[in-house]
C-alpha cells in the first residue's frame, strides 16, 4: 500500500479529523440505505438545526432494503460540506482564507505525481466478478437519495474522469449517476454549462469511439472539491488540487481504461461510455429543489471495479436547499466572483458576494455587497458583470448596501421595497440559458433581471434602539433570567445620513427625561403657511 502521501488527508484521516472535533455522527446500529439513510440526515437540514450545529454522518453498519449488509464498507453522508467549518477542515486552511487559497491554487497548478500502486487498487474486480446481483455495483452501498421519488441509487458525490481525446488533458467533473445493474450506469453530464465530460462525449462521437470513463468515489477531499468548482474547460482538475494541497496529488493508471485517478481514493470504477446510443436516466431529486425528471443521458458499461479492502463510500446530502451541495458550491462560488469583479473588472466597490442559498440553490439570486459612495455606473458595471460570469447563475442580480445583510432575504427585500424604484432601478436582459432546474411553461429562453437596491442618498436612521439601550436592556434581560438570545441583525438603530445633532440632542433630552423641553421648542416654530406632512428641518434647538 501506497504510505499516506504528504500535504493532504484521504477521506479516513478527515473523518478522524472530524470525530477528534466533534464534529461527526457515527451511526452503528444498522441503516437501511435506500430507506433510511438520506432521511435521516435531511432532519440535519429541515429540523430548525443552525447551521453552526450540523455535523457529518458515518454510518458503519450499513443495509439494504432486502436486508442485505456490506461487510468492510461504510457510508459518509456530509463529510465534505455539511457545514463551511467542516469544508474549511478538507481544506485545510480557515474559513476565512478559503477564496485566497483557490485563487493561489488556480495560478499555480501542481502537476499530479504518477505511482505504481496505490490503496485504491487492493482489490481489482472484473469480468464475471461485475455480472448479477451483490455483484459489482451491486455490491457497493449506494444510498437512493429521495426515497419515494428517485428510480435507482445514484453516485452524488463521484468524480468522473474523462480525457479530451484532443489535448490529452483530463477532467474531473461531479456529475450525478445512477444505478442500473451491476455493470451499467447512466451519468447526467449537463449540456447548458459545458461540462466537460459532456464535451469530451461529442468529441469521441465525431470520432466514432467510446468515450473511457473513471468513476472516483471516496476521493481525497482536496481533490473532491474540484469536481463542483467552476474552473477552465481545459484545465486538469488534479492540478488544481495540487495547487490547493501544496503538493503533488499522487495518481494511478486505471486498470481497463487509460486515465489516471487519485491514489489515495476508496474505489474506482472504470469503463466506457457508449456514443451511438443515450439511454433514460431518473427521476432524481436534485438540487434546484424539484424532481429531475425522466430524461436520455449517457450510458456506461463498467469494466473493472477497484477499491480498497475495508472502504467508505462518500454520499453528498442533496436535493432542496440548503444541503451539502448547496455548501460544497457556496463556500467556493462567492470568492471567484468577488475576485471576478474586483480584480478583473476592477469594480473596487464590491465588497462581497452572496448566493442565495435556501430553496433556491445559489444559481438564481446573487446580491453584491457595494460600499457607500461607489459611482451608480460601477453599481451597473458589477451587476452585468455578476449576471455575465457563469452561464446560468444569476437570474436576480440585486445590489445592497454594507448594512445590508445579504445572508438575511427579509433585509434584501427591505432593501428592495425603500431604496430602488422599479422604473429606473431594474433592467432586464434577454437570452438567459434556462440554467439547473425545471424548464420553465411558455419557452426554453430565459432572462436576467438586475435591481440596484442601493441607497441613492440618505435615508433617515433604522427605527430600532441605540445600541447603547440595546445593551443595557440585554444585561436586564439575562439578569431577569428570560430566554437565551440569538440576535437578528439588524438588532440596533443606526444612521443612514439623513439625520441631525439637533435631533440628537432632542432624542438625548427625552431619554433624560426632559421631554417638556422637546414641545417647547416645537411651539416656538408653529407655521401658519405649512402644509400637512411638510418637512420641517433646520429647526436650531431652543435653550431649555
Known amino acids: 500500500m ?8 484521504d477521506l479516513d484521516a478527515h473523518l478522524d479529523k472530524l470525530a477528534a472535533a466533534g464534529l461527526l455522527h457515527v451511526i452503528e446500529r444498522p441503516i437501511d440505505k435506500d430507506r433510511e439513510m438520506h ?32 461487510p468492510g464498507a461504510k457510508v459518509a453522508i456530509g463529510a465534505l460540506a455539511a457545514t463551511p467549518r467542516i469544508y474549511a477542515m478538507g481544506m485545510g486552511k480557515p474559513e476565512a482564507d478559503i477564496g485566497e487559497t483557490w485563487l493561489a491554487a488556480m495560478a499555480a497548478p501542481i502537476a499530479p505525481k504518477e505511482v505504481a500502486s496505490a490503496p485504491c487498487q487492493e482489490i481489482v474486480l472484473t469480468g464475471d466478478d461485475l455480472l448479477g446481483e451483490g455483484k459489482g455495483l451491486d455490491a457497493l452501498p449506494i444510498p437512493i437519495s429521495t426515497p419515494g421519488y428517485d428510480t435507482a441509487p445514484y453516485f452524488t458525490a463521484a468524480l468522473w474522469a474523462t480525457r479530451d481525446p484532443d489535448s490529452g488533458i483530463q477532467n474531473l467533473g461531479l456529475y450525478r449517476g445512477n444505478l442500473k445493474a451491476s455493470n451499467r450506469v447512466v451519468v447526467m453530464m449537463e449540456r447548458a454549462t459545458l461540462a466537460g465530460g459532456g464535451v469530451h ?43 490547493l494541497a501544496g503538493a503533488p496529488i499522487e495518481v494511478v493508471r486505471c486498470k481497463t481504461v487509460d486515465l489516471l485517478v487519485p491514489a489515495q481514493a476508496q474505489v474506482i470504477v472504470e469503463g466506457f461510455i457508449d456514443t451511438d446510443s443515450l439511454e433514460p436516466e431518473g427521476p432524481f431529486g436534485e438540487s434546484h429543489g424539484y424532481m429531475a425528471l425522466e430524461e436520455y443521458n449517457f450510458s456506461m458499461t463498467v469494466t473493472a471495479i477497484t477499491r480498497r479492502t475495508n472502504y467508505t463510500i462518500a454520499s453528498i446530502i442533496s436535493q432542496v436547499t440548503p444541503c451539502e451541495s448547496s455548501v ?5 462560488y462567492e470568492p471567484l466572483y468577488l475576485n471576478h469583479l474586483r480584480n478583473t473588472l ?13 430553496l433556491t440553490n445559489l444559481r438564481r439570486f446573487l446580491f453584491i455587497v457595494i460600499a457607500k459612495g461607489t459611482p451608480n455606473t460601477e453599481v451597473w458595471r458589477a451587476l452585468l458583470g455578476t449576471a455575465s460570469f457563469t452561464p446560468a447563475i444569476g437570474k436576480f442580480c440585486i445590489a445592497i448596501d454594507e448594512d445590508i445583510d445579504p445572508e438575511n432575504t427579509d433585509q434584501v427585500l427591505w432593501a428592495m421595497a425603500y431604496r430602488s424604484n422599479p422604473v429606473t432601478d431594474t433592467h432586464v436582459v434577454p437570452n438567459r440559458g434556462k440554467g439547473h432546474g425545471p424548464a ?4 426554453a429562453i430565459d432572462s436576467t433581471m438586475l435591481i440596484d437596491a442601493t441607497a441613492k442618498g440618505d435615508l433617515p436612521p433604522v427605527a430600532l434602539p441605540k445600541k447603547e439601550f440595546m445593551d443595557r436592556a440585554r444585561a436586564l434581560w439575562e439578569e431577569l433570567g428570560l430566554p437565551a438570545l440569538t440576535p437578528e441583525s439588524p438588532w440596533s438603530g443606526y444612521s443612514l445620513g439623513d439625520w441631525s445633532p439637533e435631533w440628537d440632542a432632542c432624542a438625548a433630552r427625552a431619554t433624560a427625561g426632559d421631554w417638556l423641553a422637546n414641545g417647547r421648542r416645537s411651539a416656538a416654530h408653529v407655521s401658519t403657511t405649512a402644509k400637512p406632512q411638510d418637512p420641517a428641518r433646520g429647526i436650531v434647538l431652543d435653550p431649555a
Open 2 to 9: 501506497t504510505p499516506q502521501s504528504p500535504g493532504y488527508d
Open 39 to 70: 432521511p435521516l440526515v435531511r432532519w440535519q437540514y429541515r429540523g430548525g438545526i443552525p447551521e453552526s450545529g450540523r455535523k457529518a454522518f458515518l454510518f458503519s453498519n450499513v443495509t439494504d432494503a432486502k436486508g442485505r449488509s456490506y
Open 201 to 243: 462525449w461529442r468529441k469521441y462521437k465525431a470520432l466514432g469511439q467510446k468515450m473511457p470513463v473513471a468513476v472516483v468515489l471516496g476521493a481525497p477531499p482536496i481533490v473532491a472539491f474540484t469536481g463542483p468548482q467552476k474552473l477552465p474547460l481545459d484545465t486538469d482538475e488534479l492540478t488544481v488540487a495540487g495547487g
Open 328 to 332: 460544497i458550491k457556496k463556500v467556493a
Open 346 to 358: 476592477n469594480i473596487k466597490g464590491v465588497t462581497r458576494v452572496s448566493m442565495h442559498e435556501p
Open 440 to 443: 420553465l411553461p411558455g419557452g
